[in-house]
């Protein structure tokens, strides 16, 4: 049986990816479940997060985003019988590759909505990013729950693609020319208040000439806390984010919260299981009812894999890309 894996350097820092022959066990374990999976979304592989968890080895599994059938369980498996469908039950007009490149990002899209921000009718959002995959499923959950939703974008292409969306976005900001003031556009699009809620995909933490063109187009920290309303919430992705004294104390005058955006969290205590499935079985059926439209690339065979996940792993795609099997 073929997989693919990621072929890590001594230092960690290159990585490249291969197919590889590897061998199922003939006799399960307790507690493991065997599935036969239909198809399989890929995202880039926290290098850093496998060295803090210890889980460096020359080869690592790639692709965890998967959706498929279930074909064995072990003696202690009470939850999963065979012929069952994983992730979640699959409706039937719903593929497994749209499930597949769905639910990481609806994941992602819920923990920041609901978890850490508390969307509500009402609510302004600035969704920074929002022709990135992540960036249209949070739109969309952000729209279907009656929030007015603002969006920054990387191209003037992106700028044309998210004005054709509907329900439609009250501003699409392009900020590839460097020509539009953040702060001012959405202060203005909301009367002087302020934002509710921005969900970033990264932000600047200093103005250096070292920074890539991707990262110049990034808004600084500051511009994020000038243009959060009272009371707001900042969902950040910058997992190196530092704040200096000022930053900090003028979110607390402001009464806002920063949390960071990181969907592992889930699968980091047995406690937090029960809502885990729940969210992953309500994107399964917003999918299903249309409210999820995701954008996704033509289906890839396994023997194309290792060019898409490098892509991938370089972000230099736009769309979801899903191996199907």
């Known amino acids: 049986m073929k997989g693919l894996y990621c072929k890590l350097s001594e230092s960690a820092e290159q990585v490249r990816f291969v197919i590889q022959e590897t061998e199922i066990p003939n006799v399960l374990g307790s507690h493991c479940v065997k ?3 239909k198809a399989c979304a890929l995202s880039p592989l926290d290098i850093k997060l496998l060295k803090d968890l210890k889980l460096q080895r020359e080869l690592v599994p790639v692709g965890r985003e998967i ?11 009470t939850f999963f019988q065979p012929d069952d469908e994983v992730v979640v039950r699959k409706p039937e007009k719903v593929s497994w590759t749209e499930v597949a490149g769905t639910i990481r990002d609806g994941v992602r899209s819920y923990t920041a909505l609901h978890t850490l921000s508390h969307v509500t009718a009402g609510n302004t959002v600035l969704v920074l990013d929002g022709a990135s995959p992540f960036g249209i499923i949070t739109i969309q959950l952000a729209h279907y ?37 953040l702060v001012e556009v959405c202060l203005e699009e909301t009367g002087g208040l302020g934002v509710d809620i921005v969900i970033d995909a990264g932000v600047r933490l200093y103005n250096t000439d070292e920074e890539t063109a991707i990262k110049k187009l990034l808004p600084h920290k500051h511009d994020i806390i000038m243009l959060l309303a009272v009371g707001g919430h900042w969902v950040t992705a910058e997992e190196g984010l530092q704040l200096d004294p000022p930053d900090s104390r003028s979110l607390f005058l402001k009464g806002a919260t920063l949390s960071f955006l990181n969907e592992e969290v889930w699968n980091a205590s047995s406690a937090c299981q029960g809502k885990y499935l729940h969210i992953m079985k309500d994107v399964v059926e917003k999918l299903s009812n249309g409210t999820f439209r995701p954008q996704l690339e033509d289906p890839v065979p396994l023997y194309e894999a290792t060019v898409s996940m490098e892509m991938v792993q370089k972000k230099q795609v736009r769309k979801r890309h899903v191996i199907h099997l």
């Not at 959706?67 to 003696?75: D, R």
């Not at 729950?145 to 392009?174: M, W």
């Open 35 to 37: 599935v036969q999976v």
């Open 67 to 77: 959706a498929g059938v279930v074909l064995e369980v072990g003696p202690k498996v």
């Open 145 to 181: 729950h009656g929030a007015k939703v603002l969006s920054t974008t990387l191209s003037v292409e992106d700028k044309q693609f998210l004005e054709q969306l509907r329900p439609t976005i009250a501003r699409v900001i392009n900020m590839s020319d460097g020509k539009a003031d």
